[in-house]
């Protein structure tokens, strides 16, 4: 059978919104970062793209036809609970079947004595590659604050979102499914092991990063550090089901793409999976 390469990366675009979205320290992109961002998209020839922090789907459907030559011919953009109008988003090369927001969902709190709800969302986005079927979720976690409160507020969005994970998969256990995002925090962190292992049950996801350096796995950059010296943290993922180690290619982090510290604070990150050219269709849950 004929193999592709699927290509899926995730990047936090920072602050991409409109002017009129602006708030005096959200100011939206200059022309000089939008070539930019144009530039690290185009440079990662990445298939699918989950993108965060971005302000609108008429504005990224501007920036796709105007910056990137139409070469994303399908967007999904759901406004999220983000309070700055920030939203989760993603281009795609490929057919959109089925998006799915969980936005509105009530989450048990950490504790479980209480719900909450996703800081922005967690969004599912069904993509049909060539007859094969690839789900992508795509997430934003809370940025750290060093309190309890905040941290336990990403532990229940973590939880919410392997079970969200877990019931989906059930109906399509052979399926490659993806989760993306800007989760706040490192791999090894408690909150990213409660949504990529939870307590050991079920399909454990594993860091398409974990195998490289680590100066080859940051991907947010700490303002005003020297670049000679360790410099940001991995916020930035692409997880996939350890059963699914097969079909893994390789992975990088896009810190060298043309003026990629001028398009954000964050690299894009990139994984590469093996898809049959001409799979058997699963039914899309």
Not at 132 to 138: A, F, K, L, Q, S
């Amino acid at each position: 059978m004929e193999i592709q390469r699927l290509r899926v990366g995730s990047y936090n675009v920072k602050d991409f919104i409109a002017p009129s979205q602006g708030n005096g320290v959200r100011t939206g992109k200059s022309t000089q970062e939008l070539r930019a961002l144009a530039d690290t998209i185009k440079e990662s020839d990445c298939d699918v793209i989950a993108l965060q922090e971005v302000g609108s789907k008429k504005l990224l459907e501007k920036f796709v036809q105007e910056r990137l030559g139409g070469s994303y011919q399908h967007v999904v953009l759901v406004p999220s609970n983000d309070k700055s109008g920030l939203s989760l988003a993603l281009i795609s090369r490929y057919p959109i079947t089925k998006v799915v927001s969980h936005k509105n969902d009530r989450i048990p709190t950490a504790d479980g004595r209480a719900t909450t709800h996703f800081t922005r969302d967690f969004l599912r986005t069904d993509i049909d590659v060539n007859g094969e079927p690839v789900t992508v979720y795509n997430t934003h976690g809370k940025a750290r604050l060093g309190d309890a409160a905040t941290e336990q507020q990403r532990i229940a969005e973590a939880q919410a979102g392997r079970e969200i994970l877990l019931k989906d998969m059930q109906a399509f256990p052979s399926r490659l499914v993806l989760v993306t995002g800007d989760l706040n925090d490192e791999t090894h962190n408690r909150s990213v092991q409660a949504l990529a292992k939870g307590k050991g049950e079920g399909v454990q996801l594993v860091d398409s990063l974990a195998h490289k350096p680590r100066q080859q796995q940051l991907t947010w950059i700490i303002p005003g550090m020297d670049p000679a010296v360790v410099r940001g943290h991995q916020f930035d993922h692409v997880l996939y089901p350890a059963e699914q180690q097969d079909r893994f290619l390789g992975s990088q982090v896009h810190s060298e793409a043309k003026n990629a510290d001028v398009a954000s604070d964050h690299y894009l990150v990139s994984a590469d999976f093996a898809i049959p050219r001409h799979g058997q269709s699963h039914s899309l849950g």
